[in-house]
């Protein structure tokens, strides 16, 4: 069944397209789909790897992620020191393009790649600017203590042996980094900023998971050995290496594990020194020193945009409207007065209960099983195809909490690494029905087809195939959440209101997102928002907005891309008539990676131009 895209436009977009979606970039004048590409496009992508192959020298774990080998025996500094190394090699780098490239000498495409490189140091130097109010243990999804051991466990493949000794190198340097974060996080708190009281806790607890069990103590073993264990192990299977080059690298990874415990140690005393002030209740930007500036640069970070809190606030509000009463009238097909009493029934039907091994099985099992299923419609709505591995699997331990959101992780560039959708199975179960857009937004034609499509392109500069915007990752996974109702995934009416639930969270975050940050609103007063209006269970409201706390307008770029790019379809379907084909549509969007939303719409508008 398809949707009304006009219809959806009418009602939604129409709000964003009154709000100014798009940044300042949109005021360099477009050149034109005239402009063929010709040498000095060529010109130009050569310049631009050189540059991307010099920021790879700064970022280690950026290389890992691409599959190379340049520095996998070191971490990223995250020092003041190293954070304005980079900025200015990318304040260099900008204006050498500026003074070696003319614009609008530049085909379409390469034009899009000189705005994105040109943004990227007004992202940098507002990134820095505000450095103070992300300290590393700040993030709920992506504070240090427990980024770096996923990183270390998820992202760094061992395939030799000289792997697994820049595996434990790696180890040796964590203990430095965590130091490193512990002095960031002391100049945050001497400017009146703190990491509310709930992550001070969860850096105590993962930090004291991570050095639990062996070698640490006599349980069972610590997640990073068991993962050496693993990894030495599978090279030693393959014949990789010989049982006594296998023991060396174990032991080796046991004695750089133990450098690391005594830093854990010092992360938890920092930890524990925070608790009696750490922050709980108000805990929004506006409740910090300059919080308003801060969230105002959050927004603009996140959503690629200029809008305001306010008018973001306004567009939440208009789309939970919007998406109640086309849950309303699918309640009513289905039999029901209104979604209350089909929600009512729902939770009668399937109660919410504690996992159980046997149902984590049945989930797993039944979501890689709506991937692969997925991923057989795909050459009907796509030109461009993924080509590699997706699998679900669980959130590590050390990590995992009840209610936590899923997330994915795109594969490698060789495809070594799969492409992976993590799912937290803690706390109670969910509606089975919700798990169809979940695999849609996560995996199958959401962010691992998105991410398996960037990586390998061949046409377009290489840092094309790794940098990423919030507003148009999330935006094209939630927009692949509709395209899977016409795609025709959801099996029922009941997979279908799921769908329009899982919108409705969405649009729920952008009005809390802004309560929490601009309105002063408290973190209870926005948990009981995302129970009552985004239809959340507790442990899921709770962890959804303990994540938007220590990630200002993150969750807004979700409902503001997908919005962008409804709209950008519409405008599309509109001009073109019947030249309108949604395979080359979707191959424009997906094709060329990751970008800011006004790049993305100056691309359409030439393709439409083109299509003519």
Not at 443 to 454: A, C, M, S
Request: glycine share 8%; with cysteine.
């Amino acid at each position: 069944m398809r949707i009304d895209f006009k219809l959806f436009c009418a009602a939604s977009a129409a709000v964003l397209l009154l709000t100014g979606t798009t940044g300042a970039a949109a005021d360099v004048a477009v050149s034109g789909a005239a402009i063929p590409a010709s040498s000095e496009d060529a010109r130009f992508t050569a310049f631009l790897d050189a540059e991307f192959a010099q920021e790879i020298q700064l970022r280690p774990q950026l290389a890992t992620r691409l599959g190379l080998k340049d520095g996998q025996d070191k971490l990223d500094d995250i020092s003041d020191a190293g954070l304005l190394k980079r900025l200015s090699w990318r304040r260099a780098s900008v204006a050498k393009m500026k003074a070696e490239f003319v614009r609008a000498k530049l085909s379409p495409a390469a034009q899009a790649n000189f705005d994105i490189w040109s943004q990227e140091l007004d992202r940098a130097e507002l990134t820095y600017k505000y450095r103070r109010y992300q300290p590393p243990f700040y993030s709920f999804l992506y504070s240090v203590h427990a980024e770096l051991p996923n990183f270390l466990i998820n992202t760094h493949l061992v395939r030799s042996a000289s792997d697994m000794k820049a595996y434990s190198a790696r180890l040796r340097a964590l203990p430095a980094v965590l130091d490193t974060a512990i002095a960031q996080s002391r100049l945050s708190t001497a400017e009146g900023i703190r990491a509310p009281r709930f992550e001070i806790e969860r850096v105590i607890s993962g930090s004291g998971h991570l050095i639990s069990g062996a070698p640490f103590d006599n349980g069972p073993d610590s997640p990073l050995w068991a993962d050496i264990k693993a990894k030495v192990g599978k090279l030693q299977t393959t014949g990789t290496v010989t049982e006594a080059e296998a023991t060396t690298l174990l032991d080796e990874g046991r004695r750089s594990l133990s450098d690391i415990a005594p830093a854990y140690r010092r992360v938890m005393a920092w930890a524990e020194a925070e608790l009696p002030t750490a922050p709980s209740g108000r805990v929004g930007a506006i409740s910090l020193p300059g919080g308003a500036g801060w969230y105002a640069a959050a927004l603009k970070l996140n959503t690629t945009t200029d809008m305001t809190a306010a008018q973001i606030h306004k567009v939440g509000l208009a789309e939970v409207a919007r998406i109640e009463a086309a849950q309303d009238a699918l309640a009513v097909q289905a039999g029901f007065k209104d979604r209350q009493a089909y929600y009512a029934a729902r939770a009668a039907q399937f109660p919410p209960t504690p996992w159980t091994d046997e149902a984590r099985t049945d989930y797993l099992r039944r979501a890689n099983e709506t991937i692969a299923h997925t991923r057989t419609l795909l050459p009907q709505w796509f030109g461009q195809l993924p080509a590699y591995r997706v699998e679900v699997v669980r959130e590590p331990s050390f990590s995992e909490v009840a209610g936590g959101a899923a997330h994915a992780g795109g594969p490698s560039p060789d495809g070594a690494r799969p492409g992976r959708v993590y799912v937290h199975l803690l706390g109670m179960t969910d509606d089975p029905a919700d798990l169809y857009n979940l695999m849609c937004h996560e995996g199958i034609p959401g962010h691992v087809l998105q991410g398996d499509i960037q990586v390998r392109q061949t046409d377009a500069p290489k840092f094309r195939r790794t940098y990423g915007y919030v507003a148009y990752n999330e935006g094209w996974a939630l927009y692949t959440e509709a395209l899977c109702k016409e795609m025709g995934v959801y099996p029922d009416i009941a997979a279908d209101f799921m769908r329009l639930d899982a919108e409705l969270f969405r649009g729920a975050r952008l009005v809390v997102d802004t309560g929490i940050h601009a309105m002063g609103w408290t973190e209870d007063q926005a948990v009981d928002y995302m129970m009552k209006t985004g239809r959340r269970p507790p442990d899921q409201a709770r962890s959804e907005v303990r994540r938007y706390i220590t990630l200002p307008g993150q969750a807004t770029g979700y409902k503001i891309g997908m919005l962008k790019i409804m709209e950008l379809r519409h405008k599309a379907e509109a001009e073109l008539g019947s030249r309108f084909d949604l395979r080359s549509f979707h191959d424009l969007v997906v094709g060329s990676g990751s970008m800011p939303l006004s790049v993305l719409e100056r691309r359409v508008t030439d393709w439409i131009a083109s299509q003519r």
